[in-house]
C-alpha cells in the first residue's frame, strides 16, 4: 500500500478519549489527529515521539487529520487498525500471500453467521472466509495480540470455528505492523478468553497467519511469515 499522499510529521503530545491525539506539528502548530486504535496501544505509546498523520480534507470530518504511525525504538510502528484489511484484501487478490494463493474472487466485508469477516475469497473448489488483526504490541521478541480485552475478537473466532465445522476454510491473519519482533503469540495476560479461544480454534482447525509487515512514511507492506506460538 503506497500513501497518495505525502504525510505529515510531527510529534506525539498525548492521546486520549482512545480516539483521539494531540500532535505537535514540525511548524509548531497543535492539530487533533483521529486515532483508529481503540485498544491500550500497549508499548507503542511515547510522549514526544516522532509520528506521521494523513491529511484528510474533508469537511464532514470533525478532525482533520488521521494518526498512521510512530517512531519506537528506531523503526515505525503502524497504528491505523484499517491499513492491515486493505494490505490483506489487495495481496489475496494480487496473489501475494503463498499459503493464500488461488482464488478467482475476492471480496470485502462478508456477513456468516452473525459476524462480519474482512476478507470473503473463493475459486470453483473452496469457499474462504479470512478475519484480519492488526498487531502492534511487543513484549520481549514477541508481538502479541489483543492489546485489550476483545469480546468482538472472541466472536470471530467462534464463528470460524463454524466456518470450518461446515466444511469452508476459516483463516486468521495477523498482520505486525512492526520490524523489532521475530515471534507472534497470544496476549494469555491481557485477554486470557481470547487467547484460550484462539488456542482452540487453531486445534480445530482454524489456520493462523502472522505476517509482518514494513512501515515507512511512503508505503505499508506485507512481508514474511512469523513463528506462532501458543505458550
Known sequence: MIFPNKLVHGRLIKR???FLADVELDNGE???AHTSNSGSMKSCLEEGAEVFLTFVDDPKRKTKYTWEMIRINKS??????AVPNLLVYEAVKNQEIGALRGYSFVKREVK??????????????????????????????????????????KKHLNTLMQVKKEGKRAVMVYVIQRTDIDKFAPAYDIDPDYATTLKEAYENGVEVYPIRAIVTPERIELRELLPFELE
Open 112 to 153: 456468516f453467521g452473525d459476524s462480519r469477516f474482512d476478507v470473503f475469497a473463493s475459486n470453483e473448489e473452496e469457499e474462504c472466509f479470512i478475519e484480519v488483526k492488526n498487531v502492534s504490541v511487543k513484549v520481549g521478541e514477541y508481538a502479541r495480540f489483543p492489546d485489550a480485552v476483545t469480546i468482538r475478537g
Open 76 to 81: 515505525w510502528v503502524g497504528i491505523n487498525t
Open 16 to 18: 486520549y478519549k482512545r
Open 30 to 32: 497543535i492539530v487533533v
